[in-house]
């Protein structure tokens, strides 16, 4: 019997194995096949699902980046994020500047074959500042109507001249008379809508009308997905073949010999900064004082902030100016870390420490104060932590005050705050108006700056169309807010993108791979194999 | 015992599912409530800040009384709830589509993950619990004991991570994420081989749980003196081992059963972001994130609905296992 047994319990083992393996060599997906160049999809992670999106006004960073794939704008990015004509031959302004017209393409052609006229453009308009759908781009603020002058050109009159306005209109186009849907989206742009698999992808096709040829590629597939270990992994499976990397998985990368072999690793800065305001408006007995603000900057350990606990995942800011956009001086320095002579300013200030403690003190009041920040996120948790640190080391105290993100909005936007940190996205136009005319400093985002000759240059950049002397003037702005630090701007954070080896033609702008041209257009998949660094 | 014996038990159903239908309402007051008094201006997750700075205060002021927010919090339950009967949820804050859209979009591929590992749990946990349960104190129910013991202590998110790693890229026999491939092949079997990684990592802990709850209810009906008994007598003891260890467990088993379908609703959000499984955890993690009250409340009231329908399923099946809930009280 136990011989019996034992025959039987193998060969039941036997067969379990035996199934188990047949099952697996099934399933086991063979390696891709080589399939041809053309055909071959591009796959891309996207964080959020883009679909349903409204082309003329996109709800989100996501959203907006899908829809400039599938649809063109007028006007459209080049990698520095300068406006250039896309889907316009040009653009013109009238002696006033008031009126600017744009002649579009004859070419252009939306993906149901129909061509692209002066009446899509007017109803582009009339979608993206529709109050039902969402709020209208401020750049179209000051528009008092635009008018098909003919199937080709385009009127558009302002109420007052306003230089900033071209990058507005790189707001993607949507058709006229209701073509294609949210879900089913219609475009003009070098990809076309193919499939939705709602929550996990969508699926392009390259358009073979498009004016400037179709993209390199056949096919791109747009994969969701939120979480970066899935997103390194599905890297790693080859599931996909370009994607974002966090901080973590970027240090990761770096040190795998084998990811660096199949994979190449891109960085770029966006445009975005993190600061803190210091409301300087005299509500409080310590920032009104430019040399107490300078003190702050000069505290704070920016550099070995980023160097150790953000992975060297950025770059110490300088102003609100982006480096890496036109605007701001480039021949600024960010002030270092020197607590010495931070200590230095405040005692010039009038601030001295008291014993025992060593908080500084003046007329009898401590150097004390509540900063702001969000809860959520680990890296504003630790700038936050750094900074309290480094300023209990020259003798202030700051208590920490982490509030849920609407909250910390709602603080800001009532003036309930000494200091607060906070991240801020750039927009492609440098106009600082809504960070530090003196306009906002009451109920925008400028925490207290009223400078006078700030507010001149800000209105003169406004009404000039030469960019040479809209630069001239940030830079004066760039300048005065480095001499007067309203904010400690902390660093200009990176991104990290890792693209397969095989695929070429991949650049990024600060808006990262896809939101500039020539973008997707220009990738494709190389012939041969191509040869890793050190191969 | 006549038929009608046999189902009064089932008479008191009309007042249960009165009850249930004014629990499901205040959940959703308490919910409703709980979002009105979040801090913050609930028209930030409608308007991003960016864009806050195009509007006027008049433009503010009709989008506030468009959405109802300019209203006391018990007026636009009130409203809600109205529309909530209709079968209205209203319509989402960040894609402006209907939220009822929305759900039944999500809905059944959550319903089929959760299926799944309701399966998982039931066909795997409950016998492998039971077959512990009559060895007790011998190898098998030793390791059994370490082994859902560790299962129930590993977070879902690593052991998830880990069996990504395995099968889908070292091994490449099981698909990373997602519900369907990229070519939009819908065969059965491409699909079931999605579902097998998130549905074993959803039913981890249920199945460690259930599989040890089994096994303690067996191995004391097993070790009771009726069991003793009839083995005595010569009655075979897979017959002694269904009736007086197995079939006592399934009431206590059947009612906690019922409570899956809101411990799942809850597993699912982790679990779906991690797999990228289009289901309504997914939805529910980027609602909350968005502050998307619509959506938000809409998925509260479904959760309370499953929850309460899990408590009636739980009872029904208890009575349906255990005669003495059949009759009903003594002397009735």
């Given at each position: ?535 | ?193 999605h579902l097998v990684l998130p549905a074993l990592c959803l039913a981890l802990h249920q199945f460690a749980f259930f599989a040890r709850f089994a096994r303690n209810t067996s191995a004391s009906g097993w070790r009771s003196g009726h069991a003793l008994c009839a083995r005595a007598a010569g009655v075979p003891d897979i017959r002694v081992f269904f009736r007086h260890a197995v079939r006592p467990s399934l009431v206590p088993l059947a009612a906690l059963l019922g409570l899956l379908l809101p411990a799942f609703a809850s597993g699912a959000v982790l679990m779906e972001n991690i797999f990228a499984w289009p289901g309504l955890g997914f939805l529910f993690w980027s609602a909350v994130e968005t502050r998307d009250a619509p959506v938000v409340m809409g998925l509260t009231a479904l959760v309370g609905i499953l929850t309460v329908a899990g408590s009636l399923l739980a009872d029904l099946l208890g009575q349906l296992a255990d005669p003495r809930a059949r009759r009903g009280p003594v002397g009735a």
């Open positions: 019997m136990s011989g019996r047994g034992e025959t039987r319990r193998d060969f039941l083992r036997a067969s379990l194995i035996a199934g188990v393996s047949a099952v697996a060599v099934r399933c086991a997906r063979a390696p891709a096949a080589r399939s041809s160049p053309s055909l071959r999809p591009v796959r891309v992670v996207f964080p959020t699902d883009p679909l349903p999106v409204n082309l003329a006004q996109p709800r989100d960073v996501t959203a907006y980046q899908f829809a400039r794939l599938v649809s063109d704008s007028l006007v459209g990015f080049d990698r520095r994020l300068t406006p250039i004509p896309r889907a316009a031959r040009g653009w013109v302004w009238s002696d006033d500047h008031r009126t600017l017209t744009f002649s579009l393409r004859e070419s252009v052609l939306w993906h149901d074959g129909l061509p692209l006229t002066s009446q899509d453009v007017v109803h582009t308009w009339r979608t993206a500042i529709d109050p039902r759908t969402g709020v209208p781009d401020r750049g179209f603020a000051l528009v008092e109507s635009v008018e098909a002058v003919d199937r080709l050109t385009v009127h558009v009159h302002y109420r007052r001249a306003f230089s900033p306005a071209v990058a507005s209109w790189t707001v993607p186009l949507a058709p006229a008379s209701d073509r294609g849907d949210e879900t089913r989206p219609l475009g003009c742009g070098p990809w076309k809508f193919t499939r939705w698999d709602s929550g996990e992808r969508v699926i392009l096709d390259a358009f073979p009308g498009y004016y400037d040829g179709p993209p390199g590629a056949g096919r791109l597939e747009l994969e969701v997905l939120r979480d970066y270990s899935t997103r390194f992994a599905a890297l790693i499976a080859g599931r996909v073949d370009i994607t974002n990397l966090s901080p973590e998985y970027y240090e990761k990368a770096l040190a795998d010999p084998d990811f660096q072999r199949r994979f190449r690793v891109l960085t770029y800065r966006i445009p975005f900064c993190w600061f803190i305001a210091w409301r300087m408006d005299g509500s409080n007995p310590f920032f009104g004082d430019r040399r107490v603000r300078l003190a702050m900057t000069l505290a704070i350990d920016r550099p070995g902030f980023i160097e150790k606990m953000s992975h060297g995942f950025g770059e110490v800011a300088v102003t609100s100016f982006h480096p890496d956009l036109w605007g701001g001086d480039p021949e600024l320095k960010p002030w270092p870390f020197d607590p010495a002579r931070a200590r230095v300013l405040l005692a010039e200030a009038g601030w001295r420490p008291r014993a025992g403690d060593g908080v500084l003190v003046k007329n009898g009041a401590p150097f004390e104060f509540r900063l702001l920040y969000a809860q959520s996120g680990a890296e504003t948790q630790r700038i936050a932590e750094l900074v309290q640190a480094n300023l209990r080391a020259v003798g202030v105290k700051a208590q920490l005050e982490p509030l849920a993100w609407a909250v910390l909005l709602d603080r800001r936007r009532t003036r309930d705050f000494t200091a607060v940190m906070l991240g801020q996205r750039t927009d492609a136009d440098p106009d600082p108006y809504d960070l530090w005319h003196s306009a906002e400093a009451q109920s925008g985002f400028n925490a207290g700056l009223q400078d006078p000759e700030v507010d001149r240059w800000i209105e003169q950049a406004r009404e000039t169309f030469d960019r040479a002397e809209r630069e001239r003037l940030y830079r004066r702005v760039a300048r005065r807010l480095h001499e007067e630090q309203p904010n400690t701007f902390f660093f200009y954070p990176n991104s990290a993108l890792a693209i397969s080896r095989e695929l070429t033609g991949l650049e990024v702008s600060p808006l990262g791979p896809l939101a500039f041209w020539p973008g997707s257009h220009a990738w494709k998949w190389s012939e041969g194999r191509v040869r890793a660094p050190g191969e | 015992m006549t038929p009608t014996r046999a189902w009064r038990g089932f008479s008191t159903l009309p007042r249960r599912f009165a009850v249930a239908g004014v629990t499901v309402l205040g959940v959703t007051f308490a919910a409703f409530v709980a979002l009105s008094a979040a801090p913050g201006d609930p028209l930030a997750s409608r308007v991003a800040p960016e864009e806050r700075r195009g509007l006027s205060p008049q433009e503010e002021r009709e989008l506030r009384t468009r959405l109802g927010l300019d209203r006391p919090v018990v007026l636009r339950y009130l409203a809600w709830s109205g529309r909530f009967l209709r079968g209205d949820l209203g319509e989402s804050f960040q894609t402006r589509r209907p939220v009822a859209d929305e759900i039944r979009t999500r809905l059944w591929p959550t319903v089929e993950l959760n299926l799944a590992a309701f399966l998982v749990v039931t066909f795997a946990g409950l016998p492998l619990g039971w077959w512990a349960g009559r060895r007790p104190g011998r190898k098998i129910d030793r390791w059994s004991l370490v082994t859902f013991s560790l299962l129930y202590a590993a977070p879902s998110f690593w052991v998830a991570l880990v069996l990504q790693n395995l099968f889908a890229v070292h091994w490449r026999i099981l698909p990373l994420y997602g519900r369907t491939p990229p070519d939009g092949a819908a065969s059965l079997g491409v699909h079931l081989q």
